[in-house]
């Protein structure tokens, strides 16, 4: 059974920082590019980061420069850490493949707020 479990969000306030972590479990972690995805209310959701098996990252425009995905294959694990969080960064945060290959996580909420 595939498992993406996402943690370490939480309330934070403008400029501060958070580090996303993503646990997997029943995929061969290591040869999936991956991706972290946020929602915000009344929004749809997007991609933010993309990593592939390799490690070369990909990041939206919005984030650039602020925040920095990474993954460690042997842990099965992916991690994004979040830097200069603004309000707009308000959101639940998930991962998946970047072909949204399994079922969603539950996420972890991300409230950047003063």
């Known amino acids: 059974q595939v498992l993406l479990v996402e943690s370490g969000g939480g309330l934070v306030q403008p400029g501060g920082s958070l580090r996303l972590s993503c646990a997997a479990s029943g995929i061969i972690f290591s040869i999936r590019p991956m991706a972290w995805y946020r929602q915000a209310p009344g929004k749809q959701r997007e991609s933010v980061a993309s990593?592939?098996?390799?490690?070369?990252?990909t990041y939206a425009n919005s984030v650039k420069g602020r925040f920095t995905i990474s993954r460690d294959n042997a842990e099965n694990t992916m991690y994004l850490q979040m830097n200069s969080l603004k309000p707009e960064d308000t959101a639940v945060y998930y991962c998946?493949?970047?072909?949204?290959?399994?079922?969603w996580g539950q996420g972890t909420q991300v409230t950047v707020s003063s």
């Open positions: 998946n493949t970047i072909d949204y290959r399994y079922t």
């Open positions: 990593i592939t098996s390799g490690g070369t990252p």
